[in-house]
C-alpha cells in the first residue's frame, strides 16, 4: 500500500468518526427536546418570548441551550429578599410611591464577568391594599474591600420590556468615586451631637474682594438650628453669630450671612492691604440671585453702612459655595424613613459573611449624611439622590458573636435612569480613606 492510500484511508476513519459524534449530537439534542416538550417546558427562544409575554431573565433564562422558563419556587432566601427590598426602595424613591415587600415569588441568575440577578416577587400597595407581581434586576460586584456593591439596572411592576441594563457612570460626580471614606471620628460625632459648633479655615489668593473659608469639622444647619462659631478669633474679627456657617438656608437667612461675608473680606483687605481702617457694617440685603453649574453662585446686593460717615449705600458681593452638607439625622426621621433600616440590614447582611437567614434586630444609634445637593433643610438631605450614610448601629439578637456596637459608611448613587440605583456598603474597621 502507498504512502497516499495510507493517508487516504486514515483520512476516511477520522471522518467516519466525526459522523458518528455529529449522530450521536443530533440524537441527544431530540432527546432533550423531547423530555423538555414531555415536561412542558419548550420554551422558544429570542425573539418569540415578547410574543408568549415572558419577560428575558424573569421569566426565561436565555443564558443556556435550549432556553428554560424560570420556575416559581416562592422560597424564602435572604438575600434574595435583600435584593428585592433595594429595588423596591429604588422605584419608591424614583416613583413617589410607598410599595412594601411582601415575599419574593421566583429568581435567575446569569453570571459573566458579574452577577446579575433576577427577581420576581410580590409587592403590596398600602393605598389601595393591592398584591401585585414586581420585578428587579440586580447586578453584584463585590469584593473583599467593599462586601457590597449592588446596583440595581430594573426595578418595575411586571411587564416584559427590555431593560435598560447600561450604567452612566459620567452622570455621577467624583465626589462619590473611588475608595469608600472613612469613619467619621468619634470626637466628631460627639462634637455634633454636643453642640454643633465648626472649625473654618480661611484662606485669601492676595486678589481685591478674595476669600475661601473651609469647614473642617463643620456642621452649617441642623434642622433650623442656628450655628455658634467657636473659633477664638471670630469676634475680633468682627464677625457676628453664626456669620460663616449657615449658609444653606437662602433666602431669608443665608444671603444676610452671604453679604457678612463679603463685607468682611472688603473690611479685612482694606484694613490690612491699604491701612485705611475701614468698618462697614451689614444693614440688610436688597435682592439676590443664584446661577447653578458645577457649584452654586450666590450674587447678593445689601445694603451697608460706613460708621464714619454715618453714611449708608450699596454694596456687591458674589459668592461660590461648593461645600459638601454633613447633617446628622434626627431619629425621627428614619423612624419615617424604613429604607434606612433596609441599608443598616444589609450593611450587617454583609458584615456577617452573607450567613443571616432572617431579618435580624437591630437598633439605630446615629445616622450622619453628606451630600453636595442643594437642600433648604437638613432632613431633605435624606431625599438627595447621591450620599454618604454613616450609620452607627447596635444588634439586639440572641447571638453573642454579634452583640455589640457596629459601624457602616454606605454610599449611595444614582444615575438618574429610571430603576438605577448603586449602593455600596463597608464596615468601619474596613474602611480606607478618600
Same mark, same amino acid.
Given at each position: 500500500m502507498t504512502s497516499f492510500e495510507i493517508i487516504r484511508a486514515s483520512l476516511a476513519r477520522e471522518l467516519e468518526e466525526v459522523m458518528e459524534d455529529f449522530e450521536l449530537l443530533r440524537r441527544e439534542k431530540r432527546r432533550r427536546k423531547a423530555k423538555l416538550k414531555f415536561f412542558c417546558l419548550d420554551v422558544p427562544n429570542v425573539p418569540d418570548f415578547n410574543k408568549?409575554?415572558?419577560?428575558?431573565? +424573569?421569566?426565561?433564562?436565555?443564558?443556556?441551550?435550549?432556553?428554560? $422558563?424560570?420556575?416559581?419556587?416562592?422560597?424564602?432566601?435572604?438575600?434574595?429578599?435583600?435584593y428585592g427590598k433595594l429595588g423596591l426602595h429604588c422605584h419608591n424613591f424614583q416613583k413617589g410611591t410607598n410599595f412594601k415587600f411582601v415575599r419574593w415569588e421566583k429568581f435567575s441568575v446569569i453570571s459573566t464577568a458579574y452577577d446579575y440577578v433576577y427577581v420576581t416577587l410580590d409587592a403590596k400597595d398600602p393605598v389601595s391594599d393591592?398584591? +401585585? @407581581?414586581?420585578?428587579?434586576? $440586580?447586578?453584584?460586584?463585590?469584593?473583599?474591600?467593599?462586601?457590597?456593591?449592588?446596583?440595581? $439596572?430594573?426595578?418595575?411592576? !411586571?411587564?416584559?420590556?427590555?431593560?435598560?441594563?447600561?450604567?452612566?457612570?459620567?452622570?455621577?460626580?467624583?465626589?462619590? !468615586?473611588?475608595?469608600?471614606?472613612?469613619?467619621?471620628?468619634?470626637?466628631?460625632?460627639?462634637?455634633?451631637?454636643?453642640?454643633h459648633k465648626a472649625i473654618i479655615r480661611k484662606t485669601m489668593d492676595g486678589k481685591p474682594g478674595h476669600m475661601e473659608k473651609r469647614r473642617r469639622k463643620a456642621l452649617l444647619k441642623l434642622f433650623g438650628l442656628d450655628v455658634v462659631p467657636n473659633h477664638p478669633d471670630f469676634n475680633k474679627e468682627g464677625l457676628a453669630i453664626g456669620f460663616d456657617?449657615?449658609?444653606?438656608?437662602?433666602?431669608? $437667612?443665608? *444671603?444676610?450671612?452671604?453679604?457678612?461675608?463679603?463685607l468682611y473680606c472688603h473690611n479685612f483687605q482694606k484694613e490690612s492691604f491699604f491701612k485705611m =481702617?475701614?468698618?462697614?457694617?451689614?444693614?440688610?440685603?436688597?435682592?439676590?440671585?443664584?446661577?447653578?453649574?458645577?457649584?452654586?453662585?450666590?450674587?447678593?446686593?445689601?445694603?451697608?453702612?460706613?460708621?464714619?460717615s454715618d453714611s449708608v449705600f450699596s454694596f456687591q458681593t458674589l459668592l461660590? *459655595?461648593?461645600?459638601?452638607?454633613?447633617?446628622?439625622?434626627?431619629?425621627?426621621?428614619?423612624? %419615617?424613613?424604613?429604607?434606612?433600616?433596609?441599608?443598616?440590614?444589609?450593611?450587617?447582611y454583609s458584615k456577617t459573611n452573607n450567613e443571616l437567614t432572617a431579618p435580624p434586630p437591630l437598633e439605630i444609634e446615629k445616622v450622619v449624611v453628606v451630600t453636595k445637593e442643594d437642600t433648604e433643610e437638613g432632613h431633605e %438631605?435624606?431625599?438627595?439622590?447621591?450620599?454618604?450614610?454613616?450609620? @452607627?448601629? !447596635?444588634?439586639?439578637?440572641? @447571638?453573642?458573636?454579634?452583640?455589640?456596637?457596629? %459601624?457602616?459608611?454606605?454610599? !449611595?448613587?444614582? *444615575?438618574? %435612569?429610571? =430603576?438605577?440605583?448603586?449602593?455600596?456598603?463597608?464596615?468601619?474597621?474596613?474602611?480606607?480613606?478618600?
Open positions: 408568549e409575554g415572558l419577560a428575558d431573565g +424573569f421569566d426565561v433564562n436565555n443564558s443556556c441551550y435550549p432556553s428554560r $422558563l424560570v420556575k416559581s419556587t416562592w422560597g424564602d432566601d435572604y438575600d434574595i429578599a435583600l393591592s398584591v +401585585f @407581581s414586581f420585578q428587579t434586576l $440586580l447586578n453584584e460586584d463585590s469584593s473583599s474591600d467593599c462586601p457590597v456593591m449592588w446596583s440595581t $439596572l430594573a426595578c418595575r411592576i !411586571k411587564c416584559d420590556d427590555r431593560v435598560d441594563d447600561h450604567w452612566d457612570d459620567t452622570a455621577v460626580d467624583d465626589f462619590y !468615586k473611588g475608595a469608600m471614606p472613612k469613619w467619621l471620628s468619634d470626637e466628631e460625632l460627639a462634637q455634633w451631637a454636643r453642640d456657617v449657615d449658609n444653606c438656608s437662602y433666602p431669608l $437667612l443665608g *444671603d444676610a450671612l452671604y453679604g457678612r461675608l463679603g =481702617g475701614r468698618n462697614f457694617e451689614f444693614v440688610r440685603w436688597e435682592k439676590y440671585d443664584v446661577i447653578s453649574t458645577a457649584d452654586v453662585h450666590f450674587y447678593v446686593t445689601l445694603d451697608a453702612k460706613d460708621p464714619a461660590c *459655595d461648593d461645600s459638601s452638607l454633613n447633617c446628622p439625622v434626627q431619629e425621627s426621621e428614619w423612624q %419615617k424613613n424604613d429604607w434606612l433600616h433596609l441599608f443598616t440590614e444589609i450593611a450587617f %438631605k435624606l431625599k438627595a439622590h447621591n450620599a454618604i450614610f454613616y450609620v @452607627s448601629y !447596635k444588634y439586639n439578637g440572641e @447571638s453573642s458573636e454579634w452583640a455589640r456596637d457596629h %459601624k457602616a459608611v454606605i454610599r !449611595k448613587t444614582m *444615575d438618574r %435612569k429610571p =430603576g438605577h440605583i448603586y449602593l455600596e456598603v463597608v464596615a468601619a474597621d474596613s474602611c480606607h480613606t478618600f
